[in-house]
Nanobody, 113 residues
Framework: QVQLVESGGGLVQPGGSLRLSCVAS????????MSWYRQAPGKERELVAA???????NYADSVKGRFTISRDNAKNTVYLQMNSLKPEDTAVYYC???????WGQGTQVTVSS
């Protein structure tokens, strides 16, 4: 079955960086468009970044120029490099494969001094 396992979150000071990873299984990863979402307390889940099977990318306006999504098909892994983090980036981050309704457990990112 489809499994998505996110990792790499943590507590970081404003201006800091984190790299999130999502290891996928249960489907043909190289053919799947992949996305990162986040959900802050009291808010709806929102799309942060997406990468197609052909490695085209797009980003939410709020993270453009700060976050980079990438993928390694040999490792069935999608990454989210997050730089210049702000307190408003605090959320649980999830990855998702297009065409599947499954979500992983998420990884908590907290940006605070």
């Amino acid at each position: 079955q489809v499994q998505l396992v996110e990792s790499g979150g943590g507590l970081v000071q404003p201006g800091g960086s984190l790299r999130l990873s999502c290891v996928a299984s249960g489907f043909i990863f190289r053919r799947a468009d992949m996305s990162w979402y986040r959900q802050a307390p009291g808010k709806e889940r929102e799309l942060v970044a997406a990468i197609s099977s052909g490695s085209s990318t797009n980003y939410a306006d709020s993270v453009k120029g700060r976050f980079t999504i990438s993928r390694d098909n040999a490792k069935n892994t999608v990454y989210l490099q997050m730089n210049s983090l702000k307190p408003e980036d605090t959320a649980v981050y999830y990855c998702k494969a297009s065409g599947f309704r499954h979500w992983g457990q998420g990884t908590q990112v907290t940006v605070s001094s």
